[in-house]
C-alpha cells in the first residue's frame, strides 16, 4: 500500500520560511494533479496550492506570492516552499496526489509565531 510521507513542518517565526516535502512510498501511476492542504483548528480543510502534471500551478489567494510548489515526477515528489510566513498560516498541512484515487499525507503540522 502506497503511503505519502511528510516531512518540513515545525514552529517558526512571521517572516519566516519553511519547505515541506513529499514523498511516495511506493510506486503511483498516472498521477495527475499533486498539492497540499491545510486545515487550521475550527476550519474546513482547504486547498493552499496544487501543481498540474504538465506544471501549471494554481495558489490560494491567501498564499498567492509567498508560497511555491513544486513536484518531481522521477521520486514521486511534491514540496511546499514557504516564505513570509504569517501567524495565520498555521495549520496542519496535508499533502496529496491524484491519479484515479486520492493519495493523502498523514499532515505535518506548521506553527508560526507572532
Known amino acids: 500500500q502506497v503511503q505519502l510521507v511528510e516531512s518540513g513542518g515545525g514552529l517558526v517565526q512571521a517572516g519566516g520560511s519553511l519547505r515541506l516535502s513529499c514523498a511516495a512510498s511506493?510506486?503511483?501511476?498516472?498521477?495527475?494533479?499533486m498539492g497540499w492542504y491545510r486545515q487550521a483548528p475550527g476550519k474546513q480543510r482547504e486547498l493552499v496550492a496544487v501543481?498540474?502534471?504538465?506544471?501549471?500551478?494554481n495558489y490560494a489567494e491567501s498564499v498567492n506570492g509567498r508560497f511555491t510548489i513544486s513536484r518531481d515526477n522521477a521520486k514521486t515528489s511534491v514540496y511546499l516552499q514557504m516564505n513570509s510566513l504569517k501567524p495565520e498560516d498555521s495549520a496542519v498541512y496535508y499533502c496529496?496526489?491524484?491519479?484515479?484515487?486520492?493519495?493523502w499525507g498523514q499532515g505535518t503540522q506548521v506553527t508560526v509565531s507572532s
Open positions: 501543481i498540474t502534471s504538465s506544471g501549471n500551478t
Open positions: 511506493g510506486s503511483i501511476f498516472r498521477i495527475n494533479n
Open positions: 496529496n496526489i491524484r491519479a484515479g484515487y486520492d493519495y
